[in-house]
């Protein structure tokens, strides 16, 4: 059976692209602090941080406030509380960056008028607003969040370009299987049990020299 591809996939596609101007090529989400110290040294430790960011980390969280900005006719509220939950400055300035780099292409294509939103709520927020699938919506944002990350790590280490699509496929699964378990999620649900990651996004803080802002 052939497979359903419409306007609205192509416009969450587009969202979702590296060539869409959110900057997220400049963050590394802490990454290049755990390969600068050890934490990170080859592509299989890279899978299991990047797993555990997906499971207990920024990927469950994110995908918890994108399905209830997907869910809230007024997102500001929920933003300021995804701003409380954050664990790092840098953790801040990332989603902050990236979210109204969004809101203003979003804003100047779609008309959205959308206020600048850290980039998981307004990615929620702006799907509503544009009809596209919420299922859809939070999958294709874990899968970029692993994507942009694998390619962070590529320039902060000697990976290769195959390892790294080798990483990319092997948390397909695991991409799939947070967006199903945070289906019906509130805030109530929210954790945070990825403790390295936020302890190498805090360390990022003051390295120097380094080449991405987280």
């Known amino acids: 059976m052939p497979m359903a591809i419409d306007a609205k996939l192509l416009t969450l596609t587009q969202w979702m692209s590296p060539a869409f101007p959110t900057g997220a090529f400049a963050f590394s989400h802490g990454l290049e ?17 990047l797993r555990d960011c997906l499971t207990d980390g920024t990927g469950r969280s994110d995908a918890i406030f ?12 929920l933003d300021a509380q995804a701003r409380a939950f954050a ?13 109204a780099a969004f809101v203003r292409t979003a804003n100047a294509v779609w ?19 544009v009809g596209l699938d919420v299922e859809a919506t939070v999958g294709l944002y874990l899968q970029a969040m692993v994507t942009n990350l694998v390619s962070a790590a590529l320039r902060l280490s000697p990976l290769g370009q195959t390892a790294g699509q080798r990483v990319v496929l092997n948390l397909q699964d695991t991409c799939m299987s947070v967006a199903n378990e945070t289906r019906g999620a509130t805030l109530d649900d929210l954790v945070g049990n990825a403790f390295l990651s936020d302890i190498a996004a805090m360390r ?3 390295q120097q020299p380094r080449l991405f802002q987280s």
Do not use: K, N, Y
């Not at 602090?33 to 941080?49: K, P």
């Not at 959308?114 to 607003?129: C, E, M, T, V």
């Open 33 to 49: 602090a755990a390969i600068h110290d050890g934490w990170i040294a080859d592509a299989q430790g890279l899978e299991e941080w």
């Open 66 to 77: 994108l399905r209830l900005a997907f869910a809230a006719p007024d997102p500001r509220e």
């Open 87 to 99: 664990t790092a400055c840098e953790r801040v300035r990332e989603a902050d960056r990236q979210g």
């Open 111 to 129: 008309d959205l008028a959308l206020p600048d939103l850290l980039l998981p709520i307004a990615l929620g927020h702006a799907a509503r607003r």
């Open 204 to 206: 990022h803080e003051t």
